[in-house]
């Protein structure tokens, strides 16, 4: 499976700063490690240390020499924190190949057992980044004693969204297919929305609208998650559904859709939760995950997953409320986007964590602390149109055109809330609170694997 590096926004900035200067330039990307079952590795970079002017003894366009004062710092900061030390530099100048020169090598084969040795690390890895009119270009690799892989592809995630592949890779043909759609935001964009492995949590009316609307604009790789099976009621909503799937796991009534509409789509359908660890896990995997589940429980691993693991969650919710005389008197949407930069669903107070907790009960359990009033009642069946659950799946998806392409100018909102009701759309955004997952400060923003995973507690 693939390797991928992973960046904050905020460390590319620095690095496509150092990128304009017409020397090379140097520095130690720290990283940690994450893995999802299925064998995809990411490579979660938490911060960068630049090499200090004072310790390069020459530096020029097409080439540098440093002192070990420009590394070892950083190696001492990777044994403390665990970290995967990546040996990082430029070439510098539009058009310049990324590609390792003799040098280069001769370089990573001296650093190799010192960084391991200094970082206390099974891991040596090398970028080498360069830019071709702007558009970020790289090679790497990871080498441990057991073996010796590239870095297959380069992914920044913040307010937008970016993904590289490795210099070598030739840019894939675009289909007919997709004419208008490139048309309308270029072949660069449709490449990336055919590499990226989308995460769907929640199959029903908002799941299943956004994967349909995913994959005609040509995504072609889903993890699918849901725990339920199709009921009559769920027809009305749930996309590709008819009356001969009641009973059948919603994830394959969704998959089977997927395919029918491209027969090369790469669909994992998991019946789970999000709550459940092996499920979860298996999110490692996505580039992003989309939000569609109605539970605060799921919530807040996806929540979680954002932030430990670098992974964008666009997170969307539909609420209808009726009068006391049954008629509708509210459609409420919203959509949220968790990354770097932005606050989690806790911090934005969208999740309440009473129910959650009482989510996560055995029913016996939850009706007991019920009947001691320890923990709230949950509700029953809420209402739901498929004429609402699909325009909040269309506004989470144009998100994520948005973010790959920039059309909506800066700054980013990282919410939307529609009042459907009121014909009225409001934009907003939020910073973390102090010190809490989602802030920088409190050292957990590409934490990668952990025990327990994502630090939380999870049932038996």
């Known amino acids: 499976m693939a390797t991928t590096v992973v960046v904050p926004d905020s460390v590319a900035r620095q690095l ?130 057991e073996e010796r892989s590239r870095i297959d592809r380069l992914m920044v995630v913040g307010a937008r969204l970016e993904l590289f592949a490795h210099h070598e890779d030739r840019a894939a043909d675009l289909p007919a297919l997709f004419d208008r759609n490139i048309r309308a935001f270029g072949g660069d964009v449709q490449r990336v929305l055919r590499a990226l492995r989308v995460a769907v949590v929640g199959c029903g009316g908002t799941g299943s609208s956004v994967a349909e609307q995913l994959v005609r604009l040509g995504v072609r790789e889903f993890i699918l998650l849901d725990p339920d099976v199709l009921a009559e009621s769920n027809i009305t909503r749930l996309y590709g559904s008819t009356s001969r799937d009641v009973g059948r796991p919603k994830v394959e009534v969704l998959a089977d859709h997927l395919r029918r509409i491209s027969p090369d789509c790469v669909v994992e359908a998991v019946a789970s939760m999000a709550t459940v660890e092996a499920a979860a896990r298996d999110l490692v995997a996505a580039d992003i995950i989309f939000g569609c589940t109605d539970d605060n429980a799921g919530r807040l691993v996806l929540s979680r997953l954002a932030y430990y693991m670098l992974i964008p969650v666009i997170d969307c919710g539909v609420l209808l409320t009726n009068d006391l005389g049954g008629h509708i008197n509210g459609i409420h949407g919203r959509v949220t986007a968790l990354h770097p930069g932005a606050a989690c669903l806790v911090c934005r107070g969208r999740i309440d964590l009473a129910r959650a907790s009482s989510e996560l009960l055995t029913p016996e359990e939850r009706n007991r602390r019920v009947d001691e009033g320890y923990a709230p009642a949950l ?82």
């Open 16 to 145: 496509r700063g150092l990128l304009e200067l017409e020397v090379e330039s140097a520095g130690v990307l720290l990283t940690r490690l994450a893995r999802a079952p299925d064998g995809t590795r990411k490579l979660l970079v938490t911060s960068f240390a630049p090499v200090p002017d004072e310790e390069y003894a020459t530096r020029e366009a097409t080439g540098l020499t440093i002192t070990s004062g420009g590394y070892v710092p950083a190696l001492g900061q990777a044994e403390r924190e665990r970290a995967v030390p990546l040996w990082f530099h430029t070439h510098p100048g539009s058009g310049a190949s990324p590609t390792p020169s003799r040098r280069d090598k001769r370089v990573d084969h001296e650093l190799a057992p010192l960084f391991q040795l200094r970082a206390e690390s099974p891991y040596y890895g090398a970028l080498i980044l360069a830019h071709d009119d702007g558009k970020l270009t790289f090679t790497g690799h990871l080498e441990s004693a």
């Open 379 to 460: 509700e029953g069946v809420e209402p739901a149109v498929v004429s609402y659950t699909t325009l909040v799946a269309a506004t989470a998806v144009a998100e994520l055109i948005e973010r790959l392409t920039g059309y909506g100018g800066e700054p980013v909102p990282s919410e939307i809330l529609l009042r459907i009701h009121d014909r009225e759309i409001s934009t907003n955004t939020a910073s973390p609170q102090e010190r809490h997952y989602c802030d920088p400060s409190a050292g957990k923003l590409g934490k990668g694997d952990t025990d327990p995973f994502l630090e939380q507690t999870w049932a038996a």
